[in-house]
């Protein structure tokens, strides 16, 4: 008989998601998210850009205005996978945010890039969380091991030298800066086809999204 974590992996996988981990909260952890009752975490995204076929079919049959479509999209069909199992949803969108990077790096291992995107030893830059289902009874989870950290080998990092504004450095993530310069003249490449300093990076690229896809993202990060 299939086991849960499989079963709920199959189902995801109609819509070109993906179990990215999971781990148990310690315990009184889940109240200070505002989650009381919660004991496991199992969270749900995509490595590449799987689900974008699964999203345009949907898209094709709602309202042409619709807000955040994406994260609609994700919280519908993680919503139902949630009903289907007995757990509940959250959306890395949900407010006041939920630490979905931190989850990550503790249900797989993960580090940050000097992007501040987790760097998955597979995916590369090239991966994203689309929400995580809440289980009241605790699962067995198999502790996340470190994965191998490739940005530790990269010694040209390209991924500091791409951005025509440097808006990633060791200070962070200049986000103003970032957004004057998509929006502005000059910023067509970023807009057409993704963050060059992103698209910079050597590792994960057969899972690197389309230009289609690294667009959409872009639009909805400039509000374009
Ligand atoms: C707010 C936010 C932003 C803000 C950051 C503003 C700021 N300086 O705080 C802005 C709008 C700039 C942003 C941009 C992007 N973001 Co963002 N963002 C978030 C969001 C919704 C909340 C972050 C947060 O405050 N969490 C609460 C704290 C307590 O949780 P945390 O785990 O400790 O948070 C970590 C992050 O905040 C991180 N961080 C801080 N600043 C930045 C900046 C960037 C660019 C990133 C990636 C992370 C990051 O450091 C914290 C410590 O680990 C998360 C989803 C989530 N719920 O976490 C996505 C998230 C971090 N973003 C993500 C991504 C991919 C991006 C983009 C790179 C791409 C995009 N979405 O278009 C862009 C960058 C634009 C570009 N040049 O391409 C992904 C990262 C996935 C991964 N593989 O690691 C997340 C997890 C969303 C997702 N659905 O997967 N983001």
Same mark, same amino acid.
């Given at each position: 008989?299939?086991?849960?974590?499989?079963?709920?992996?199959?189902?995801? =996988?109609?819509?070109?998601?993906?179990?990215?981990?999971?781990?148990?909260? #310690? !315990?009184?952890?889940?109240?200070?998210?505002?989650?009381?009752?919660?004991?496991? &975490?199992?969270?749900?995204?995509?490595?590449?850009? =799987? $689900?974008?076929?699964?999203?345009?079919?949907?898209?094709?049959?709602?309202?042409?205005?619709?807000?955040? $479509?994406?994260?609609?999209? %994700?919280?519908?069909?993680?919503?139902?996978?949630? !009903?289907?199992?007995? %757990?509940? #949803? &959250?959306?890395?969108?949900?407010?006041?945010?939920?630490?979905?990077?931190?989850?990550?790096?503790?249900?797989?291992?993960?580090?940050?890039?000097?992007?501040?995107?987790?760097?998955?030893?597979?995916?590369?830059?090239?991966?994203?969380?689309?929400?995580?289902?809440?289980?009241? !009874?605790?699962?067995?989870?198999?502790?996340?091991?470190?994965?191998?950290?490739?940005? !530790?080998?990269? &010694?040209?990092?390209?991924?500091?030298?791409?951005?025509?504004?440097?808006?990633?450095?060791?200070?962070?993530?200049?986000?103003?800066?970032?957004?004057?310069? &998509?929006?502005?003249?000059?910023?067509? $490449?970023?807009?057409?086809?993704?963050?060059?300093?992103?698209?910079?990076?050597?590792?994960?690229?057969?899972?690197?999204?389309?230009?289609?896809?690294? #667009?959409?993202?872009?639009?909805?990060?400039?509000?374009?």
């Amino acid at each position: 008989m299939r086991g849960l974590t499989e079963s709920i992996a199959a189902a995801l =996988a109609r819509d070109g998601l993906i179990l990215r981990g999971s781990f148990n909260f #310690a !315990d009184g952890e889940e109240a200070t998210f505002g989650l009381s009752g919660a004991k496991s &975490v199992l969270l749900v995204g995509q490595a590449g850009a =799987a $689900p974008w076929p699964h999203f345009l079919r949907w898209r094709e049959i709602q309202p042409l205005a619709i807000a955040d $479509p994406l994260d609609t999209w %994700a919280r519908q069909v993680i919503g139902a996978v949630a !009903d289907e199992f007995g %757990a509940r #949803a &959250v959306s890395p969108s949900d407010r006041p945010y939920l630490p979905f990077q931190q989850w990550a790096m503790r249900a797989e291992g993960l580090r940050p890039s000097p992007l501040g995107i987790l760097m998955h030893p597979q995916y590369g830059l090239w991966h994203a969380y689309r929400g995580a289902l809440l289980f009241e !009874d605790e699962i067995s989870v198999q502790s996340a091991e470190a994965a191998i950290h490739l940005c !530790d080998a990269c &010694v040209g990092k390209p991924c500091m030298k791409s951005c025509p504004v440097d808006a990633y450095s060791p200070k962070g993530f200049a986000y103003q800066s970032c957004l004057a310069h &998509v929006r502005g003249p000059n910023g067509e $490449p970023c807009r057409n086809g993704g963050c060059l300093d992103r698209n910079a990076c050597p590792y994960g690229t057969a899972y690197r999204y389309p230009a289609e896809v690294q #667009a959409f993202h872009m639009a909805a990060f400039a509000g374009l």
